[in-house]
């Protein structure tokens, strides 16, 4: 029998953690931000990527059943040719440092990480009802994350450099791009996405999405603002031009991403390397089945010479060690980096399967996870964006045997 959604919903109400609705929100959730009908229609149908060449139309509902199932995929509904115009150059091979060099700037900087300030935004980010991409809640809470990354410039007294503004969606929920100019328009990448959702019911249902991916967001937030306290970053004395991104939609299948790197395609942009922090904070499972608290490093489907280099900044600037993990295709929006020709990596805050299991629901909240797990991936993320900002690659790639201890 297939269940309607009104009947879905009387069956699954009595027996989800919801949280508390106000009487302000009578609605639950607004799908219509600014009066525009986001919502599909019960034909609508959208293409899918569920494996490289894998593809098939779905409705929205089958594309929530194959989520609940823990299918991962691409909506390549809007960019079906993603790639295409880099498929040459993303056969290069990526070259990256031997090992990290810049210890005596970087290890001053992580010294100033807070986990006060994490929580602090986190607490707040996980106030809004849901951050699904097609709701209100999700517009309102894009909103805020922009003023929070521009009220960060402000007290870094870099506004005259360093500038943050929305990659406008057709959705409502708009992603954020934060650029701090180096000497080159070579970019360096560090992602997390700013959208949640309940899959149970993602019009309906409470999602504070704590840590999928709030704390990612919260984490990359925080190296964010510790790399601007560094004079020669804000200076623009750094080789490469630096990127903060939060993602928009990256649950609906990874669409704020995607068209972000379908622009970069486009306008020819260089990217070096990008980096994903998604979930960040939840080690209970680990602890539990007795294995060591680590920074999972996801290893396939990803760029392998960016991954070893990440690997190297784990075991220089971060207190536990590293696990290898897999998590499997277009698992999170990495992939639409690799998929546009450019190098990605994606780290989690453990092996895969001891990962949170309360995600996708109303119980992803805050009292799971720990902000000491979180402040290791904020030290990672920093040191990360640091020494690749600081890398000649021009001249790392006319040399095959090139170490930062040859200069």
Same mark, same amino acid.
């Given at each position: 029998?297939?269940?309607? *959604?009104?009947?879905?919903?009387?069956?699954?109400?009595?027996?989800?953690?919801?949280?508390?609705?106000?009487?302000?929100?009578?609605?639950?959730?607004?799908?219509?931000?600014?009066?525009?009908?986001?919502?599909?229609?019960?034909?609508?149908?959208?293409?899918?990527?569920?494996?490289?060449?894998?593809?098939?139309?779905?409705?929205?509902?089958?594309?929530?059943?194959?989520?609940?199932?823990?299918?991962?995929?691409?909506?390549?509904?809007?960019?079906?040719?993603?790639?295409?115009?880099?498929?040459? @150059?993303?056969?290069?091979?990526?070259?990256?440092?031997?090992?990290?060099?810049?210890?005596?700037?970087?290890?001053?900087?992580?010294? *100033?990480?807070?986990?006060?300030?994490?929580?602090?935004?986190?607490?707040?980010?996980?106030?809004?009802?849901?951050?699904?991409?097609? $709701?209100?809640?999700?517009?309102? $809470?894009?909103?805020?994350?922009?003023?929070? #990354?521009?009220?960060?410039?402000?007290?870094?007294?870099?506004?005259?450099?360093?500038?943050?503004?929305?990659?406008?969606?057709?959705?409502?929920?708009?992603?954020?791009?934060?650029?701090?100019?180096?000497?080159?328009?070579?970019?360096?990448?560090?992602?997390?996405?700013?959208?949640?959702?309940?899959?149970?019911?993602?019009?309906?249902?409470?999602?504070?999405?704590?840590?999928?991916?709030?704390?990612?967001?919260?984490?990359?937030?925080?190296?964010?603002?510790?790399?601007?306290? $560094?004079?020669?970053?804000?200076?623009?004395?750094?080789?490469?031009?630096?990127?903060?991104?939060?993602?928009?939609?990256?649950?609906?299948?990874?669409?704020?991403?995607?068209?972000?790197?379908? @622009?970069?395609?486009?306008?020819?942009?260089?990217?070096?390397?990008?980096?994903?922090?998604?979930?960040?904070?939840?080690?209970?499972?680990?602890?539990?089945?007795?294995?060591?608290?680590?920074?999972?490093?996801? #290893?396939?489907?990803?760029?392998? *010479?960016?991954?070893?280099?990440?690997?190297? #900044?784990?075991?220089?600037?971060?207190?536990?060690?590293?696990?290898?993990?897999?998590?499997?295709?277009?698992?999170?929006?990495?992939?639409?980096?690799?998929?546009?020709?450019?190098?990605?990596?994606?780290?989690?805050?453990?092996?895969?399967?001891?990962?949170?299991?309360?995600?996708?629901? $109303?119980?992803?909240?805050?009292?799971?996870?720990?902000?000491?797990?979180?402040?290791?991936?904020?030290?990672?993320?920093?040191?990360?964006?640091?020494?690749?900002?600081?890398?000649?690659?021009?001249?790392?790639?006319?040399?095959?045997?090139?170490?930062?201890?040859?200069?």
């Amino acid at each position: 029998m297939k269940l309607t *959604n009104a009947s879905l919903l009387a069956v699954l109400l009595p027996a989800v953690s919801a949280r508390f609705i106000e009487s302000s929100e009578s609605d639950h959730v607004l799908l219509f931000p600014d009066g525009r009908p986001d919502a599909p229609t019960d034909t609508e149908k959208y293409h899918i990527e569920l494996s490289p060449g894998e593809t098939r139309w779905v409705t929205e509902d089958e594309k929530w059943e194959l989520r609940r199932n823990g299918q991962r995929f691409f909506d390549i509904t809007d960019h079906p040719d993603l790639g295409t115009l880099r498929a040459s @150059s993303a056969s290069k091979t990526s070259v990256f440092p031997k090992k990290p060099k810049f210890q005596d700037e970087v290890n001053p900087l992580l010294a *100033n990480l807070s986990k006060t300030e994490m929580k602090d935004h986190l607490t707040t980010f996980t106030s809004f009802h849901t951050r699904y991409y097609k $709701s209100d809640y999700g517009k309102q $809470s894009s909103e805020w994350l922009l003023s929070q #990354v521009q009220d960060t410039i402000k007290n870094a007294g870099a506004e005259d450099r360093v500038s943050a503004k929305h990659f406008v969606h057709p959705w409502g929920q708009n992603s954020i791009i934060a650029t701090i100019p180096g000497k080159t328009n070579s970019t360096i990448v560090i992602g997390a996405h700013q959208d949640s959702i309940n899959l149970w019911l993602p019009s309906v249902l409470s999602a504070p999405g704590a840590d999928d991916d709030g704390s990612g967001t919260v984490t990359i937030l925080e190296a964010f603002r510790v790399l601007l306290l $560094s004079e020669d970053i804000v200076k623009g004395n750094q080789e490469n031009t630096i990127e903060f991104h939060w993602y928009s939609a990256e649950e609906g299948g990874l669409l704020g991403s995607q068209a972000i790197f379908s @622009s970069y395609e486009k306008e020819g942009r260089d990217v070096k390397a990008m980096l994903q922090q998604d979930m960040t904070g939840f080690v209970t499972r680990t602890i539990k089945a007795g294995k060591v608290e680590s920074v999972g490093v996801i #290893v396939d489907f990803v760029d392998p *010479n960016l991954t070893d280099f990440i690997k190297k #900044v784990v075991v220089e600037y971060c207190d536990i060690p590293f696990v290898e993990t897999k998590c499997g295709y277009a698992c999170s929006d990495h992939a639409s980096a690799s998929k546009a020709g450019y190098p990605s990596a994606f780290v989690i805050e453990a092996a895969f399967e001891y990962s949170d299991n309360h995600i996708h629901t $109303s119980d992803d909240l805050i009292e799971y996870l720990s902000f000491d797990h979180m402040l290791q991936h904020a030290r990672l993320t920093l040191a990360f964006g640091y020494e690749l900002a600081f890398t000649d690659f021009a001249k790392l790639e006319k040399k095959d045997d090139y170490s930062f201890g040859d200069l």
